[in-house]
């Protein structure tokens, strides 16, 4: 069975975006983009991949799931359709049609059709975010990867939403962890069952 990945930066205090939506306090450079992206270049979007010159197959994802808040970040950035060298879903009741062609709309129930995508073949599939979203899938989270950037943001979008209330706690492991020189940790967390 296909795995739901939530891969994503936070802040120490657990914040993911600004409350406008906005990332650009996430510092670029530093020697964990290059490590990472060698281990994962399919979440780079893919005019940054075709820039870069990338064309490395995917080896850990095949598929990205993403809220519409995450999707319309990329269509403020000039794309409706960020990952097409992925198969991409974007979850919204409010859209009324799939932005793009090369992407299918979610507009029903999200548990539903993830657990019908980790039943099919392939490689894994990445939860891009938003942070409602990852609330709403937890219990289908297989993992987390998590870059968590030395930044304290004080608001902003929480990594599982605001406000977030689960029946009980929901428990993870970490599998790797390492950390950077410019003080990014990237660790990866399993779920126990």
């Known amino acids: 069975m296909r795995k739901l990945t939530y891969y994503v930066a936070a802040t120490i205090d657990g914040f993911i975006a600004s409350e406008d939506g906005s990332v650009d306090f996430f ?112 219990s289908e989270i297989d993992q987390i990867f998590l870059k968590l950037y030395p930044i304290v943001l004080g608001q902003g979008r929480p990594l599982f939403g605001a406000g977030a209330r689960l029946p009980e706690a929901t428990r993870f492991r970490v599998l790797t962890s390492r950390i950077f020189e410019d003080g990014v940790a990237f660790l990866k967390y399993s779920r126990v069952r």
């Open 27 to 138: 510092p670029v450079g530093g020697d964990h983009g290059p490590a990472i992206i060698a281990q994962y270049p399919e979440t780079l979007p893919t005019k940054v991949r075709e820039a870069l010159a990338l064309d490395k197959p995917s080896s850990t994802f095949d598929t990205v799931i993403m809220g519409r808040k995450t999707h319309d970040f990329g269509v403020r950035t000039g794309t409706s359709s960020p990952y097409s060298h992925l198969r991409q879903f974007v979850v919204s009741a409010k859209l009324p049609e799939s932005p793009d062609p090369d992407v299918e709309l979610i507009s029903g129930d999200p548990l539903a059709r993830v657990r019908e995508l980790k039943r099919e073949k392939g490689l894994g599939i990445w939860l891009c975010g938003g942070g409602e979203l990852a609330q709403t899938l937890l």
